[in-house]
């Protein structure tokens, strides 16, 4: 006698509901590029969708409040002179977001808390290392800005932001970088690349500590790390099927597990929440999201469900766990971009009878406070990220973040990384005035600078009305002195057959005389 043992987890019954239309963001132009980007980056104040957009590059930024039907004319973040590849938003600041382009330039910019109002061209500051078009942008973890940039030139960068300068270059790929992966406390990177190799690689130094060959096929891979330190993969077989992967550290070339899909030819995005250590796998071209759960037990990989949906999706975003609703047992949210200009959003929640909070379904999660400067990082400090507690619902930290700011001389962080201890020393003290004096000039300025380029602005547009009518004038002069011309044509033919048929006329009556 046999019987089937059911695998005892509290994520066997999570289920997908799509939001009704009027609660989704309608009427966006998604780009229309043909690279391998999920096109859309989520926080819990922003949703920024990469978007089409005529002489150059562009993406709208939007509040979570403003869904329904988007106006044609919406302000967009449009500086880039060539469509925008890839965009990220800051895990230490909801405020700030990077881009990268084909235009080879990286642009990290300051979004306010209420949205922007009108097109945004000026980035708080331009990142320029990379010779070929940058399709890659990805946060560090927990060192405050510290940023990974990848081109088209084989080139990896990691910059310091505050200071704008490439901290590391790595010049280990042969080929174009398809994905890269910081792990758990940002102390190492890993990569795929065209060349079928996944590569781990000590990222102060650059040097290649692991690698072997991701998926057979020739399509593009994507490679991240689990929070145990395990890696999951994606890619296509030599007979262009796709793939999934878990494998272990220094034992890449044995995968523990892997597993045929189907033969679609989408590229899969693994999207991961380390808080329940579930992994959705998102295809370009699909209609469905997979999601598995990740255990220590055999097969390893768990297959979930399958969130079904009538239309294919071109992009997904991910909501990070602090913008999740707690009180409706919500684990995870997409904002799904199809061909229509649908942002669809999608909630997965875990059913429970209880209003209370759920503590199983909520451990303490990745908060927004850095828990190294990048000059610690930078000088081999690692530290795993600081967490927070979403009992009550998440709330962001009572006092604002100022704004980003860029020096060279010295690094103007937004948020001061969390400590051990609460005790402050006397160069601390003195660190703070001196930042707060400064600050407060900075602003002034900025004030002031504002202003001006708000005159500047309106003279702008003021000439360029001007320059449009007179333009129309011109042309309606010209269709004028045209239309005279051909009645005065008119006129001189009609006289000369006038005149005709009067002597026609005046030789008829005289005729009868003659005879």
């Known amino acids: 006698m046999s019987f089937r043992v059911v695998r005892s987890s509290k994520f066997r019954h999570v289920y997908g509901t799509a ?4 609660q989704c963001y309608d009427n966006i132009r998604v780009s229309k590029s043909s690279w391998d980007s999920t096109f859309c980056a989520v926080n819990p104040k922003f949703l920024a969708i990469i978007v089409e957009s005529a002489g150059g590059g562009a993406f709208i930024v939007l509040p979570h409040s403003k869904v329904g039907r988007i106006a044609a004319d919406h302000p967009l973040v449009g500086g880039h002179k060539g469509p925008v590849l890839d965009i990220a938003w800051c895990p230490h600041n909801d405020n700030v977001i990077a881009s ?26 331009d990142l320029i290392y990379h010779q070929r078009r940058v399709g890659l ?7 405050q800005n510290i940023l990974l940039t990848a081109g088209s030139d084989n080139q990896v ?20 970088v398809y994905s890269a992966s910081w792990n758990w406390d940002g ?18 130094t650059g040097a290649v500590e692991e690698e072997a060959v991701c998926h057979e096929g020739s399509k593009a891979t994507r490679a ?3 929070r145990s330190g395990l890696i ?8 262009s099927e796709r793939q999934y992967s878990l494998r272990a550290p220094e034992h890449l070339t044995e995968p523990i597990v892997m597993v045929e899909l189907d033969t679609s030819n989408g590229v899969m995005f693994p999207i991961y929440d380390p808080d329940t250590n579930l992994v959705y796998l998102c295809g370009k071209g699909d209609s469905v999201i997979r999601y598995f759960e990740i255990t220590a037990e055999p097969p390893f990989v768990h297959y979930i469900n399958t969130f079904q949906t009538p239309d294919p999706q071109r992009g997904i975003g991910f909501m990070p766990k602090r913008g999740c609703d707690v009180s409706s047992c919500e684990i995870a949210r997409f904002y799904r971009l199809n061909n229509s200009g649908l942002c669809q959003i999608i909630s997965m929640t875990v059913p429970r009878k209880s209003e209370l909070f759920q503590e199983d379904l909520y451990p303490d999660t990745l908060g927004d406070t850095p828990a190294l400067f990048a000059e610690e990082w930078i000088g081999g400090k690692d530290a795993e990220p600081l967490l927070v507690s979403l009992a009550g619902g998440y709330t962001p930290a009572s006092a604002p973040k ?18 051990g201890s609460n005790s402050t020393t006397a160069a601390d003290t003195s660190l703070s005035i001196y930042i707060i004096i400064k600050y407060a000039k900075s602003q002034l300025n900025t004030f002031q600078d504002d202003i001006i380029k708000e005159f500047r602005e309106e003279i702008r547009k003021l000439k360029s009305v001007i320059v449009k009518h007179e333009n129309r004038i011109r042309s309606l002069e010209a269709r004028l002195k045209d239309k005279e011309e051909e009645h005065a044509t008119v006129g001189e033919e009609e006289g000369r057959v006038g005149d005709g048929l009067g002597a026609v006329q005046t030789s008829a009556e005289l005729a009868p005389d003659e005879v």
């Not at 939001?19 to 009027?22: N, T, Y």
């Not at 990805?138 to 060192?143: G, I």
């Not at 190492?188 to 079928?196: A, G, M, P, V, Y």
């Not at 999951?232 to 007979?239: D, E």
């Open 19 to 22: 939001l009704k239309r009027d």
């Open 232 to 239: 999951f993969t994606t890619g296509f077989s030599k007979m």
């Open 402 to 419: 100022s704004d980003l700011r860029v020096s060279k001389k010295s690094n103007i962080l937004d948020k001061k990384p969390g400590r």
């Open 137 to 143: 942008v990805l946060w560090h973890p927990t060192a």
């Open 157 to 176: 960068a990691i910059w310091n932001v505050g200071i704008g300068e490439v901290l590391v270059h790595i010049d280990c790929h042969p080929d174009i």
């Open 187 to 204: 102390s190492q990177l890993l990569t795929t690349c065209k060349d079928k190799k996944m590569r781990i690689i000590n990222p102060r």
């Open 100 to 125: 990268g382009s084909e235009d080879c330039v990286v642009k990290v910019w300051q979004i306010p808390d209420g949205g922007i109002s009108r097109t945004l061209t000026e980035p708080v500051v």
């Open 224 to 226: 991240i790390y689990l």
